[in-house]
């Protein structure tokens, strides 16, 4: 079994700084692509940003400079640093990593609970 713990999160003022974290633990074999995403209200998940094994980021165009993501391989975690934050970006966020918990099954996604975010003054 993979245990997912996310944490961070919280209500900041726009402009603010908020960094996220999740850390995987338990039955890992190898841990391919971790990423981030978001919920609005009513809406769908959303990607936001992802990072490789091998550390090429990527992001949507709306967090690009303003987010940076990152992780450890050894430490099986990763972190969304969110800088210069609007409220728009006001969401429920969520970790997730496509890892194999098997030598002898194929990789598959797991996801954090989700933190919420709120940037209002």
């Known amino acids: 079994q993979v245990q997912v713990v996310q944490s961070g999160g919280g209500l900041v003022q726009p402009g603010g700084s908020l960094t996220l974290s999740c850390e995987f633990s338990?039955?890992?074999?190898?841990?391919?692509?971790m990423g981030w995403y978001r919920q609005f209200p009513g809406k769908e998940r959303e990607w936001i940003a992802t990072v490789t094994s091998f550390l090429d980021t990527r992001y949507v165009d709306s967090v690009r400079g303003r987010f940076t993501v990152s992780r450890d391989n050894n430490k099986h975690t990763t972190w969304l640093q969110m800088n210069e934050l609007k409220p728009e970006d006001t969401a429920v966020y969520f970790c997730?990593?496509?890892?194999?918990?098997?030598?002898?099954?194929?990789?598959?996604?797991?996801w954090g609970l989700g933190t919420q975010v709120t940037v209002s003054s």
């Open positions: 338990g039955s890992i074999v190898r841990i391919y692509a």
């Open positions: 997730n990593a496509d890892l194999q918990s098997d030598q002898s099954s194929p990789s598959s996604d797991h």
